[in-house]
């Protein structure tokens, strides 16, 4: 029976909806059929996933089964894997004779006898010292096996990545859904304010052309009018609404989890598209510094969407 050192639980890899990380790290070990094999994996961000193994050059024949079993579990990533074996104890030395190599040398040594009348001392300890007269072959062993064995410990391994990746991806997730808080009372001092800037508009408006016409009678409806067009220029309805709109998309987005990265990128796109509208709308102090840190609250959210797979 195999031994199996640092063993995961299985049922991790059946758990779904849960955010993960693209970074991590994970290490599994097993002695199979006297083998003891050791897997370690590495991840960092990547927009694809790309999976690079390093193997002893004697199993490289497995390298495909690992990476067919890595891309089952990991959607996106830069991830290494290190593979090391130490067969001392499976591998068995078959040695041979060389029968050409030591002909040859026997030949050789049977010449330079009789060429120079040398004492005839030709021996089975002469003729084992010269180079190559013996072919020492290692067996490698039945490469199924092998694979699976180094498979069965990479599974391990990937439980223990997954799960360092899945605390990192509740962490993330809970960062998200503050910053998430944080817009949404952002946008909606947004929405508070935008009306206020129409209303001082039309009083800027009336002063300015009190002091131009000064006695003359000003007509309400010119400055209705004016107000108005105003209004349309500078309204943000939409784009807050909108806005709102992408707030409840993230939550459910967080709450279903899963490979929701690329989902999310896309998603924080058009909150930039939002909040640049609406910056190009203001024409107001107050409500320009509203929209720089809903742009950097927005922008903080990106930078954490960039981790997660």
């Known amino acids: 029976m195999a031994e199996v050192v640092n063993s995961v639980d299985e049922n991790k890899n059946e758990v779904f909806g849960l955010i993960r990380s693209m970074t991590g790290y994970g290490r599994g070990e097993g ?6 094999i050791t897997v370690e994996l590495r991840a ?7 999976c690079t193994v390093k193997i002893p050059r004697l199993y490289v024949f497995a390298e495909e089964a690992i990476k ?8 996106r990533g830069k991830v290494d894997v290190f593979v090391s074996i130490d067969a001392s104890a499976a591998d068995k030395v078959e040695v041979t004779l060389n029968r050409p190599v030591a002909d040859g040398y026997y030949q050789a040594l049977t010449q330079m006898r009789d060429a120079y009348d040398l004492k005839d001392d030709l021996s089975v300890s002469l003729l084992s010292r010269f180079p190559d007269v013996f072919l020492v072959e290692k067996n490698q062993g039945d490469a199924d096996v092998i694979a699976e064995d180094i498979v069965q410990v990479l599974s391990q391994a990937l439980n223990d990545f997954n799960a360092m990746r899945e605390r990192e991806g509740k962490k993330l997730a809970e960062d998200i859904r503050s910053k998430a808080e944080i817009i949404a009372r952002l946008v909606a001092q947004v929405e508070e304010r935008s009306p206020q800037t129409v209303v001082e508009y039309r009083e800027k408006l009336r002063q300015r052309m009190e002091e131009v016409l000064e006695n003359t009678q000003i007509e309400e409806s010119r400055i209705l009018t004016e107000a108005a067009i105003f209004a349309d220029k500078v309204a943000v309805d939409e784009e807050t609404v909108r806005l709102r709109s992408h707030l409840t998309q993230l939550s459910e987005m967080l709450s279903q989890g899963g490979a929701i990265g690329r989902k999310l990128d896309f998603l924080i796109q058009e909150f930039n598209r939002e909040a640049n509208t609406i910056g190009s709308k203001c024409s107001d102090v ?3 510094r509203v929209v720089v840190d809903l742009k950097g609250e927005i922008e903080k959210i990106r930078e954490q969407v960039q981790n997660i797979e």
């Open 286 to 288: 107050a409500l320009s």
């Open 44 to 50: 960092v961000n990547n927009r694809y996933l790309d």
């Open 68 to 75: 067919s079993c890595v891309q089952k579990q990991v959607g």
């Open 31 to 36: 002695t199979l059929h006297d083998r003891t």
